[in-house]
């Protein structure tokens, strides 16, 4: 039987980043002139990729004379090649759209190109003076020739919850601004001086007024939509008043399994995108994936 998160997108490989090559300062001058190397176009949350009937895969290229005058970023080796992330241009086709297609390899360096390439666009200039910054370290680092300072790609925790009350039921919730019928467990950043878990707590509480105990982390998942770590877990409510908080969320109601098939049978409720740890958390819940009517009608029936 498959675990939910064996196969989570952008967690399933450790990637060979070559990072000991980021302290040569002529890494990518090196790398530009290497008939081995590949490049991959990243921008825009998107990536080069190419379509082969149900799946995909990069679509990366030798290196070109015009990437002479563009940011790169060395992502590791790929295969038999050191691959490059070519930043600031055009994609092509939207990383969330495709990286489940991916293999586990290819996925995630697809998705530290999309977080390199929002890093780098969103961080041109030093927090500290202000002066214009330049990539260093391979595109792992910008460093300010004003002050001498170095910086690196920022990454935001945010934990993501699957809270279940006494009769099992999950607890379900409408962020402000999403349309009618999208519905996805609670998540929130991580503050400063907090734990993940109390992260959790905090995050339950204010969203919907609920307590909860038995905080329990499931997995973790890079998302590159721009730079989080997203950081599943379950947790056990003590009560089962629900009151959203009006802001952040505009709705929340809790489950049972009949009732989520039900509800998604009839198109009530849009399942998440299987890209997302948060699919995966509502499938562990769940007992089995929510594509197939034959798997909605089965617990119907429990």
């Known amino acids: 039987m498959v675990h939910p998160f064996d196969e989570l997108v952008f967690s399933g490989a450790v990637l060979d980043r070559q990072a000991h090559l980021r302290a040569d300062p002529d890494a990518l001058e090196t790398l530009r002139r290497d008939p081995a190397a590949r490049v991959l176009e990243a921008g825009g949350m998107a990536v080069a990729v190419e379509r082969s009937g149900d799946g995909a895969r990069l679509a990366t290229r030798p290196v070109e004379p015009g990437d002479a005058g563009r940011d790169l970023a060395l992502l590791g080796r790929l295969g038999p090649h050191l691959l490059l992330a070519a930043l600031g241009g ?14 586990p390899q290819e996925a995630g360096h697809a998705a530290t190109a999309v977080a390199l390439d929002n890093w780098h666009r969103t961080h041109p200039r ?19 020739p004003q002050d001498g300072s170095d910086h690196h790609p920022r990454t935001d925790p945010a934990v993501i919850m699957a809270v279940v009350d006494a009769d099992d039921r999950l607890l379900l ?13 609670l998540a929130g950043f991580v503050e400063p001086g907090e734990t993940l878990a109390g992260a959790v707590a905090r995050e339950v509480r204010e969203e919907v007024g609920v307590d909860v105990v038995d905080v ?5 998942q890079p998302w590159p939509f721009p730079g989080s770590l997203m950081v599943g877990f379950t947790a056990r409510a003590t009560s089962a008043e629900l009151t959203p908080d009006g802001s ?3 709705d929340a109601r809790w ?9 998604f049978e009839r198109g009530e409720l849009r399942r998440p995108a299987p890209v997302s740890i948060s699919a995966r958390l509502i499938e562990q819940w769940f007992g089995g994936p929510l594509t197939r009517p034959s798997d909605i009608g089965a617990v119907r029936a429990l």
């Open 90 to 103: 055009d994609g092509g086709t939207p990383l969330r759209q495709v990286a489940d297609l991916l293999s």
């Open 126 to 144: 030093c927090p500290r003076c202000g002066a214009q910054t330049e990539l260093a370290q391979a595109g792992w680092v910008r460093h300010c």
């Open 173 to 185: 919730a409408q962020g402000a601004g999403w349309p009618q019928g999208r519905m996805s467990v």
């Open 216 to 220: 329990t982390y499931q997995a973790d």
């Open 248 to 250: 952040e969320i505009a």
């Open 255 to 263: 489950f049972t399994r009949a009732e989520l098939a039900d509800a």
